[in-house]
């Protein structure tokens, strides 16, 4: 999983046709995702809530820099293998932090993906480049999609009732920290809560039977997202119908994840199966995922969106249903998708999608004695 000269030299040139479209001398990248990015792979936060990091990049056409307080340098350059990798260290004492990065930007016409100065924000165009995966990305994806999946089934099978969504929390963060994954996203919802909130933080409720656990992991800076469901006895039939419902929308949505398809075509797809099985309006009050690499969500699959689905990039779609949630994380190949979070021995419902002449494997809920 270690990048290669090639990589860094890949990210480079798409840096540097950046800075000719855009007729630029610089691009500033101060978030974490894009440090992660350019880097391939590396970690510039200490406050993992936070989206700008300690460290940041500045590519010109003629060098590549790395300006951080004299906290943060050290890790960098010796641990992450940055200097090693090409940049050239800047480095401040931590009580002016950003007095280097001033003297690097000074008098250049930047580009940048936060607000810094009279530099132009390009962070959208940016949010694409992100998700356009290289190849050696795209095989760190796979293995993060397996321990994703391996996160989640060690978590769930540890559900008990009588636990408090906090203690169901602590399951999954502290399985996907044990691989080396930080949980960024970590929700909880039992029983009523499922039904109530799409954003169900934990609290201190306690489980009687049924679960829905969230998860996105950060790891090489990559994220994936991966949700599932666990019922304590045999499931009702109006969640069973909610369940197999939305599975109807999930296989639509992944189904239709093609090569040149837009996303606004892609929803509409979605939309079309709420309707179809009874729930016409449950879209308006989620969204429905989109295209994922270093955020949660680069950008959504939202209704009119021209972006095109493109070979090598991942989507995480999220469909909802009060009271059922399906989410996996994909791959998109030149003659098929590739799921990345399937579970081995969950059970699924196989869901074929005529226009596609595909069939979709979908999660059901994991019901336990």
Same mark, same amino acid.
Not at 151 to 173: F, I, K, N, W
Not at 175 to 182: H, P, S, V
Not at 316 to 337: F, H, Q, R, Y
């Given at each position: 999983?270690?990048?290669?000269?090639?990589?860094?030299?890949? !990210?480079?040139?798409?840096?540097?046709?950046?800075?000719? !479209?855009?007729?630029?001398? *610089?691009?500033?990248?101060?978030?974490?995702?894009?440090?992660?990015?350019?880097?391939?792979?590396?970690?510039?936060?200490?406050?993992?809530?936070?989206?700008?990091?300690?460290?940041?990049?500045?590519?010109?056409?003629?060098?590549?820099?790395?300006?951080? +307080?004299?906290?943060?340098?050290?890790?960098?350059?010796?641990?992450?293998?940055?200097?090693?990798?090409?940049?050239?260290?800047? @480095?401040?004492?931590?009580?002016?932090?950003? @007095?280097?990065?001033?003297?690097?930007?000074? *008098?250049? +016409?930047?580009?940048?993906?936060?607000?810094?100065?009279?530099?132009?924000?390009?962070?959208?165009?940016?949010?694409?480049?992100?998700?356009?995966?290289?190849?050696?990305?795209?095989?760190?994806?796979?293995?993060? *999609?397996?321990?994703?999946?391996?996160?989640?089934?060690?978590?769930?099978?540890? @559900?008990?009732?009588?636990?408090?969504?906090?203690?169901?929390?602590?399951?999954?963060?502290?399985?996907?920290?044990?691989?080396?994954?930080?949980?960024?996203?970590?929700?909880?919802?039992?029983?009523?809560?499922?039904?109530? %909130?799409?954003? /169900?933080?934990?609290?201190? !409720?306690?489980?009687? !039977?049924?679960?829905?656990?969230?998860?996105? *992991?950060?790891?090489?800076?990559?994220?994936?997202?991966?949700?599932?469901?666990?019922?304590?006895?045999?499931?009702?039939?109006?969640?069973?119908?909610?369940?197999?419902?939305?599975?109807?929308?999930?296989?639509?949505?992944?189904?239709?994840?093609?090569?040149?398809?837009?996303?606004?075509? @892609?929803?509409?797809?979605?939309?079309?199966? %709420?309707?179809?099985?009874?729930?016409?309006?449950?879209?308006?009050?989620?969204?429905?995922?989109?295209?994922?690499?270093?955020?949660?969500?680069?950008?959504?699959?939202? /209704?009119?969106?021209?972006?095109?689905?493109?070979?090598?990039?991942? %989507?995480?779609?999220?469909?909802?249903?009060?009271?059922?949630?399906?989410?996996?994380?994909?791959?998109?190949?030149?003659?098929?998708?590739?799921?990345?979070?399937?579970?081995?021995?969950?059970?699924?419902?196989?869901?074929?999608?005529?226009?596609?002449?595909?069939?979709?494997?979908?999660?059901?809920?994991?019901?336990?004695?």
């Amino acid at each position: 999983m270690q990048p290669t000269h090639e990589e860094f030299q890949t !990210k480079l040139s798409i840096i540097r046709t950046l800075l000719d !479209k855009h007729n630029a001398e *610089g691009l500033l990248l101060r978030r974490v995702s894009s440090f992660a990015w350019a880097t391939c792979g590396a970690a510039s936060y200490v406050n993992t809530a936070t989206t700008e990091g300690a460290a940041s990049l500045l590519v010109t056409r003629e060098g590549c820099y790395l300006a951080a +307080n004299n906290i943060e340098a050290p890790r960098l350059e010796q641990e992450a293998g940055l200097a090693g990798q090409g940049w050239e260290f800047r @480095v401040s004492h931590w009580t002016s932090p950003l @007095v280097e990065l001033n003297k690097l930007t000074a *008098g250049l +016409n930047l580009i940048a993906d936060v607000p810094f100065g009279g530099a132009r924000d390009v962070s959208a165009e940016l949010s694409r480049l992100r998700a356009s995966l290289t190849l050696a990305e795209g095989q760190r994806f796979r293995l993060l *999609g397996q321990l994703s999946a391996q996160v989640m089934d060690s978590a769930a099978r540890s @559900v008990r009732p009588g636990l408090t969504e906090y203690q169901l929390a602590a399951l999954l963060g502290g399985e996907a920290q044990k691989c080396g994954l930080q949980p960024i996203v970590n929700l909880v919802a039992t029983d009523e809560r499922i039904y109530q %909130y799409r954003h /169900p933080l934990p609290t201190e !409720k306690k489980l009687e !039977k049924y679960a829905l656990l969230v998860l996105s *992991g950060r790891k090489w800076g990559l994220v994936c997202s991966i949700s599932r469901l666990v019922h304590f006895g045999p499931l009702p039939a109006d969640v069973r119908n909610r369940i197999l419902s939305t599975a109807r929308v999930n296989a639509a949505l992944v189904a239709h994840t093609r090569p040149g398809r837009s996303l606004d075509e @892609v929803f509409q797809h979605g939309q079309r199966e %709420y309707a179809a099985t009874g729930f016409p309006d449950e879209w308006r009050f989620h969204h429905q995922g989109g295209a994922v690499g270093y955020e949660p969500r680069e950008f959504l699959g939202l /209704p009119g969106s021209a972006d095109l689905v493109q070979v090598g990039q991942a %989507y995480a779609w999220n469909p909802t249903i009060a009271g059922a949630k399906m989410e996996d994380t994909l791959l998109v190949g030149e003659k098929s998708n590739e799921i990345l979070t399937t579970i081995p021995n969950w059970p699924v419902i196989s869901v074929k999608i005529e226009s596609q002449n595909v069939e979709i494997q979908c999660p059901l809920a994991l019901e336990m004695d």
